[in-house]
């Protein structure tokens, strides 16, 4: 065989795993080698299966089998990315591989203490995605909680519907939390969902009943070039979120007790979650782009004041020429910062047409402030907040749409962008095989 012949071998469907292969005891056999990678050399399969695994030596041989025989018939690889150092789960992974002639299939990488920076089950995933040469990746616990049964339903919603993301729900009819341990986790798991589905509630994020699924399967492609940097243990936000899915569905499945081991949850991993939120949130560009544009608003207005309390003190107090130097200057001010900050990312906004832009929000402003003191009785300090608010929104809405989109497309020429994806709406009742 050539190697070019071997390169283009087939992904190998896996075939039946024997019901319950039983580990052999840890000091039966030679210690392989910690790590061992499928061969590289077959065409990729259609799914890689991504399993972090700590500390799951008793559970983890009937788990793989299980999992072998849900994928029966389907080109696939199992990434193992594990980061025990008290039970041999790596071992007994390496074992079996050996004896049941996984070399095509199975890759186990284990990390011992110091091997990375940061040993989580988070980073192990983002590993494990790397690893992965499939067209979809799925990734689900290895510690027999998320069923493996459930991958091909996972897989046969993505083909049907197109989605680039399927996320496995505890919270769909026919789902279930019930192996959650306790009311309190539960309660956790049902308002950590509702913060994230709060929180990008501007992405099809806010369509999903489990958001925060540790069960989920995506195209690989979605996630090609994106820096995932996961903050604690929920990588299905990260990929959503940073891989800008546009098109999630789900499918329930029941989320099972453990059946061994314990759980590595703690309440820090909980809180963790509410900063990964965070932190994906001020990533999100449009997010991003308000704050900026909300504070070099402020700060023009600080050198619009700032103009007109010099020129007062220089003597120059009448209101007409000062006050229209004053707010030039201001224009000028966040027309600059708003280049360098807020539309960076668009580059050619013209400075004329932001000028009429601001003029236009100004008068707006004006007008609104005029309406709600005279006709409407407000008190000044209230009419003069409403008519900012409403003239700011003036000027970001056209801005964003004129002086830093169209316009500013136009005049930079066009850019280089990837094929849309299709934008119909995200299918998410209930999908089934
Ligand atoms: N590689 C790796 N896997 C981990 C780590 N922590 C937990 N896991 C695995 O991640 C999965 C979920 O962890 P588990 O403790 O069951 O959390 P729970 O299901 O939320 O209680 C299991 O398969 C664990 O073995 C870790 O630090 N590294
Ligand atoms: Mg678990």
Redesign the pocket.
Known sequence: MTPSTLLERPAPAVRAAPADPVPPAADALPTPPRTAAAARTSAPPLVSVV??????ADTIGGFLARTLRALEGIPAEVVV???SDRDDTPGVLLRLREELGLEDVLVVRHRPAGSVPE???GT?VVEGIRAARGEYVCVL???G?HPPEAIPALLAAARRTGADYVGASRYLPGGSAAGL?GPLRKAVSRGLGLVARAAFAGTPVRRLTDPLS?FFLFRRDLVAGVDLRPVGWKISLEVLVRGGARRPAEVPYAFAP?AGGD???TVAQGLLVLRHVLTLLLGLAGVRRGLCFGAVGASGVAVNTGTLLALAALGFDGLSWPLWLASELAILWNYHLHRRFTWRDRPGGSWWAYHLVAGLAALVAIAVTTGLAQPAHAPLWLASLGGIAIGAAVNFVLSDAVVFGRLARRRAGPTPQPAPAAASEPELAGLTA
């Open positions: 399993l972090p695994t700590r500390h799951e990315v594990d980061d040993r989580t089950l192990a616990d290895g510690d909680q341990d540790g453990r759980s590595k949850a």
